[in-house]
């Protein structure tokens, strides 16, 4: 087992060397930060304050992925808009056109702007939020992230510090890190909560190897708590109790097939700790190609890919939706008889893509399933509505019709999904969609080969 600890760490202290900022880096982030500050602090009025929140204040950044979270704090009783308004008028004019800087707005719960130091590859969030002393005077989501600051400072020694850096490290190698609804992995904060929960990454992935759901971690106490109450409260089977504010779920973000990855990747790392199970499969570019045709040559399965075009509105509005989408479509298969495997979404350049991957399959007729034989009159009027049926079967007490197939292929359903003939939705349409099997044009190949090592990487 002490054989077993020294490997593990040691396959930790070598990723650590590639990901943790080196003293340069953080004295230049300290630099751009402290400098972007002081021009803040000349724009703002007297009773706002600047405080830097975020990786950058916990000093648990990765190396080469600078954001830099600055907050601009207003007096309590700020009215939302006004703070806003102002917010994005500050942050303005900070900008300096003529030393290649630019910005952006973003919007998450309010807006807020993002300033890009082209060249020094570095960017800051300026956010505006309400300074609180106490949770209970929280006026908006962000408000929490100075209180954040404190807490996490106070709490996590340096080696922790690096632990986490680690643990977010082989999230994001796995495609799992960030809470965004695309992602629906871990965020940041809530990988500093379960190293300092579970004490040490070691830790932390035997915890997450083991991991039994419905659960709810309390990290103050460093207890797992089984309550009913709490999982109806959050409605959630997997919770992470932010200790600044127990009314907050930290790992509402984390969708179930995420942890489910991450505990399967914790399983199989402490089985055998090496720099190959840490990272996973990875794939380079030039492998794309082969990749793929190995993968269907050896499996037999068919790629099917919708190319579909979205409207600029952010992720979070827009893939939801295609997410929904892509789950109907294979709903919709699955009336017709058919069964996909794996499906995989991504938007890029303005376009959506759901790729669907099915065994070939050609479905002359379909069984459509009806009541219980002993539901007399149930059953008769099933009978009469499928009169011109070829037969009724009874499986085991349910009876069922069997019809020919209106579609007798999935290309042949995904060609009406395209036409637009399965239903309209809010920002995607199907005008203009395109479906290509199997041979998948070379522009989407890179996304499509991401995604699909991201699926069946374990
Ligand atoms: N935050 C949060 N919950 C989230 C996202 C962010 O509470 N789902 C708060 C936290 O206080 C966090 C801060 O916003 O410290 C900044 O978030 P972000 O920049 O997204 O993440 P970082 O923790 O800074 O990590 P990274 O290194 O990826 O920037
Ligand atoms: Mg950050």
């Given at each position: 087992?002490?054989?077993?600890?020294?490997?593990?760490?040691?396959?930790?202290?070598r990723?650590?060397?590639?990901?943790k900022?080196?003293?340069?880096e953080?004295?230049?982030?300290?630099?751009?930060?402290?400098?972007?500050?002081?021009?803040?602090?000349?724009?703002?009025?007297?009773?706002?304050?600047?405080?830097?929140?975020?990786?950058?204040?916990?000093?648990?950044?990765l190396?080469g992925?600078?954001?830099i979270?600055?907050?601009?704090?207003?007096?309590?009783?700020?009215?939302?808009?006004?703070?806003?308004?102002?917010?994005?008028?500050?942050?303005?004019?900070?900008?300096?056109?003529?030393?290649?800087?630019?910005?952006e707005?973003?919007?998450?719960?309010?807006?807020?702007?993002?300033?890009?130091?082209?060249?020094?590859n570095i960017?800051?969030?300026?956010?505006?939020?309400?300074?609180?002393?106490?949770?209970e005077?929280?006026?908006?989501a962000?408000d929490?992230?100075?209180?954040?600051?404190e807490?996490?400072?106070?709490?996590?020694?340096?080696?922790?510090?690096?632990?986490?850096?680690?643990?977010?490290?082989?999230?994001?190698?796995?495609?799992?890190?960030?809470?965004?609804?695309k992602?629906?992995?871990?965020?940041?904060?809530?990988?500093?909560?379960?190293?300092?929960?579970?004490?040490?990454?070691?830790?932390?992935?035997?915890g997450?190897?083991?991991?039994?759901?419905?659960?709810?971690?309390?990290?103050?106490?460093?207890?797992?708590?089984?309550?009913?109450?709490?999982?109806?409260?959050?409605n959630?089977?997997?919770?992470?109790?932010?200790?600044?504010d127990?009314?907050?779920?930290?790992?509402?973000?984390?969708?179930?097939?995420?942890?489910?990855?991450?505990?399967?990747?914790?399983?199989?790392?402490?089985?055998?700790?090496?720099?190959?199970?840490?990272y996973?499969?990875g794939?380079?570019?030039?492998?794309?190609?082969?990749?793929?045709?190995?993968?269907?040559?050896?499996?037999?399965?068919?790629?099917?890919?919708?190319?579909?075009?979205?409207?600029d509105?952010?992720?979070?509005?827009?893939?939801?939706?295609?997410?929904?989408?892509?789950?109907?479509i294979v709903?919709a298969?699955?009336?017709?008889?058919f069964?996909?495997?794996?499906?995989?979404?991504?938007?890029?350049?303005g376009?959506?893509?759901?790729?669907?991957?099915?065994?070939?399959?050609?479905l002359?007729?379909?069984?459509?399933?009806?009541?219980?034989?002993f539901?007399?009159?149930?059953?008769?009027m099933?009978?009469?509505?499928?009169?011109?049926?070829?037969?009724?079967?009874?499986?085991?007490?349910?009876?069922?019709?069997?019809?020919?197939?209106?579609?007798?292929?999935?290309?042949?359903?995904?060609?009406?999904?395209?036409?637009?003939?399965?239903?309209?939705?809010?920002?995607?349409?199907?005008?203009?969609?395109?479906?290509?099997?199997?041979?998948?044009?070379?522009?989407?190949?890179?996304?499509l080969?991401?995604?699909?090592?991201?699926?069946?990487?374990?």
């Open positions: 087992m002490q054989e077993k600890a020294r490997s593990m760490r040691k396959i930790f202290d990723v650590l060397a590639q990901i900022p080196t003293k340069e953080i004295d230049e982030i300290t630099l751009h930060t402290n400098e972007l500050m002081l021009r803040l602090k000349k724009v703002v009025e007297k009773d706002i304050e600047i405080e830097v929140v975020g990786s950058t204040a916990h000093g648990t950044n190396r992925d600078t954001d979270d600055i907050f601009m704090l207003f007096k309590k009783g700020t009215k939302r808009e006004e703070m806003v308004e102002k917010a994005l008028s500050y942050a303005k004019r900070i900008v300096r056109k003529k030393q290649h800087e630019r910005y707005i973003k919007y998450a719960e309010h807006p807020y702007t993002r300033i890009y130091l082209d060249d020094y960017k800051a969030d300026i956010v505006p939020a309400i300074k609180i002393g106490s949770i005077e929280m006026a908006t962000v929490r992230s100075p209180l954040h600051v807490f996490i400072n106070r709490s996590l020694n340096e080696k922790q510090k690096d632990d986490v850096r680690l643990l977010k490290y082989l999230l994001k190698v796995h495609g799992i890190y960030g809470a965004e609804t992602t629906g992995g871990f965020s940041g904060y809530l990988c500093e909560l379960l190293i300092y929960h579970y004490g040490s990454l070691e830790n932390a992935l035997e997450l190897a083991r991991i039994r759901l419905p659960v709810c971690l309390d990290p103050n106490r460093k207890v797992e708590i089984r309550d009913n109450a709490l999982f109806d409260k959050f959630s089977d997997f919770i992470v109790l932010d200790p600044i127990p009314a907050r779920n930290v790992a509402a973000g984390v969708s179930k097939e995420s942890l489910a990855r991450l505990s399967l990747i914790a399983t199989i790392f402490l089985e055998k700790p090496s720099i190959g199970t840490f996973g499969k794939f380079s570019e030039t492998e794309a190609t082969s990749l793929i045709k190995s993968f269907i040559e050896k499996t037999g399965l068919h790629i099917y890919m919708i190319i579909v075009n979205v409207p509105k952010s992720d979070e509005i827009i893939w939801p939706e295609l997410r929904k989408i892509s789950d109907n709903r298969s699955a009336q017709y008889g069964s996909v495997y794996i499906t995989l979404q991504w938007i890029s350049r376009k959506g893509a759901m790729v669907f991957i099915a065994p070939e399959q050609n002359g007729s379909r069984i459509i399933k009806g009541p219980s034989a539901q007399g009159e149930h059953a008769l099933f009978i009469k509505a499928h009169k011109n049926s070829y037969g009724f079967v009874v499986n085991g007490e349910s009876i069922g019709a069997i019809e020919a197939n209106k579609y007798k292929t999935l290309k042949a359903l995904f060609d009406d999904v395209i036409r637009g003939r399965f239903g309209k939705h809010k920002d995607i349409s199907f005008n203009k969609s395109k479906l290509f099997v199997d041979k998948i044009p070379k522009e989407y190949l890179e996304n080969c991401a995604e699909l090592i991201r699926k069946i990487s374990i």
